[in-house]
């Protein structure tokens, strides 16, 4: 069984900051991509950023330059910094994950979603 939780939601001004962060736990035998979605009320999910294993990442234009993901793979763990936050940022944020087992079954993991709400 594999688990994704996520922190650091909030609350932030625009023009704020947020840190968010996912950690991977279960039984993992090793992580490819790890990404960031997010889905505001009356819209679709959408990738906002993802990161494969060896660094490589891919940003939504619309966050380009303003939010950084990165991971810690000792950790199982991603992170999205994003700054510079704008009111339209405002969505639950879902991480995602594509994991083998030590069975080397590949499966695609969701966390629960963090709120974000760029507000003043």
């Known amino acids: 069984q594999v688990q994704l939780v996520e922190s650091g939601g909030g609350l932030v001004q625009p023009g704020g900051s947020l840190r968010l962060s996912c950690a991977a736990s279960?039984?993992?035998?090793?992580?490819?991509?790890m990404g960031w979605y997010r889905q505001a009320p009356g819209k679709q999910r959408e990738l906002v950023a993802a990161?494969?294993?060896?660094?490589?990442?891919n940003y939504a234009d619309s966050v380009k330059g303003r939010f950084t993901i990165s991971r810690d793979n000792a950790k199982n763990t991603v992170y999205l910094q994003m700054n510079s936050l704008k009111p339209e940022d405002t969505a639950v944020y879902y991480c995602?994950?594509?994991?083998?087992?030590?069975?080397?079954?590949?499966?695609?993991?969701w966390g629960q979603g963090t709120q974000v709400t760029v507000s003043s």
């Open positions: 995602n994950a594509d994991i083998v087992d030590p069975y080397y079954t590949n499966l695609i993991y």
């Open positions: 279960g039984s993992i035998f090793s992580i490819y991509t």
């Open positions: 990161i494969a294993h060896g660094g490589s990442t």
